[in-house]
């Protein structure tokens, strides 16, 4: 009897669709800046639940063709729950350059670019952003180069990572990216 009525005063109390509420994943429990509005965003609030492929892009390097397939992969899979999360970064070659206006411009109007950009971001050791500080420390990777990729699942941990010559359609991510969806609960 006692439970019956905790559990309805609790269920009264915090509503009974939160109340179990899944605890932020360690790996997205991080604020960043997105390039659009430059508002603040909590990636574990944004995307908790979904399939993340989080990619340091630049705009002006041998890969830089890949927005394209990114761009395919994010319109086949989104309404599956997959995000393509780009962090441009100039950490490599000085190969972004721009200001995060000339970012978005040139990923809008040469790729189409949808999926969601952030503000520049520093992704090599010692200078990493937390977040890619963290990716590095589950992965036991750095990026090497620019459109290194981390397949984050929807439970929030990491599956894998790929080298930037991999292409994000290349046989292997899109699988991993498949299998993950499977198991995307909405």
Same mark, same amino acid.
């Not at 989080?54 to 397939?69: F, G, L, P």
């Given at each position: 009897?006692?439970? @019956?009525?905790?559990?309805? @005063? =609790?269920?009264?109390?915090?509503?009974?669709?939160?109340?179990?509420?899944?605890?932020?994943?360690?790996? +997205?429990?991080?604020?960043?800046?997105?390039?659009?509005?430059?508002?603040?965003?909590?990636?574990?609030?944004?995307?908790?639940?979904?399939?993340?492929?989080?990619?340091?892009?630049? &705009?002006?390097?041998?890969? =830089?063709?890949?927005?394209?397939?990114? *761009?395919?992969?994010?319109?086949?899979?989104?309404?599956?729950?997959?995000?393509?999360?780009?962090?441009? &970064?100039? $950490?490599?070659?000085?190969? *972004?350059? #721009?200001?995060?206006?000339?970012?978005?411009?040139?990923?809008?109007?040469?790729?189409?670019?949808? @999926?969601?950009?952030? #503000?520049? =971001?520093?992704? =090599?050791?010692?200078?990493? $952003?937390?977040?890619?500080?963290?990716?590095?420390?589950?992965?036991?990777?750095?990026?090497?180069? /620019?459109?290194?990729?981390?397949?984050? #699942?929807?439970?929030?941990? +990491?599956?894998?990572?790929?080298?930037?010559?991999?292409?994000? +359609? $290349?046989?292997?991510?899109? /699988?991993?990216?498949?299998?993950?969806?499977?198991?995307?609960?909405?």
């Amino acid at each position: 009897m006692k439970y @019956f009525i905790f559990a309805v @005063f =609790t269920t009264l109390l915090f509503g009974s669709s939160q109340l179990f509420a899944k605890e932020c994943s360690e790996l +997205l429990n991080f604020n960043v800046r997105t390039l659009h509005n430059r508002e603040q965003l909590n990636l574990c609030e944004a995307y908790q639940g979904k399939v993340l492929l989080v990619v340091n892009t630049a &705009s002006k390097c041998a890969y =830089t063709h890949q927005y394209d397939s990114l *761009e395919k992969l994010y319109r086949q899979y989104q309404q599956q729950g997959l995000v393509v999360l780009g962090f441009p &970064s100039n $950490d490599f070659g000085q190969q *972004e350059p #721009g200001s995060e206006k000339q970012i978005r411009d040139f990923c809008s109007v040469t790729y189409g670019v949808e @999926f969601p950009l952030f #503000g520049k =971001t520093h992704v =090599t050791h010692p200078r990493a $952003d937390p977040f890619y500080r963290k990716l590095a420390e589950v992965s036991g990777v750095y990026p090497q180069w /620019n459109f290194h990729k981390y397949l984050i #699942g929807s439970d929030g941990k +990491l599956v894998t990572n790929y080298q930037s010559a991999v292409d994000p +359609l $290349d046989k292997r991510v899109v /699988n991993a990216i498949e299998t993950e969806l499977k198991r995307v609960r909405f």
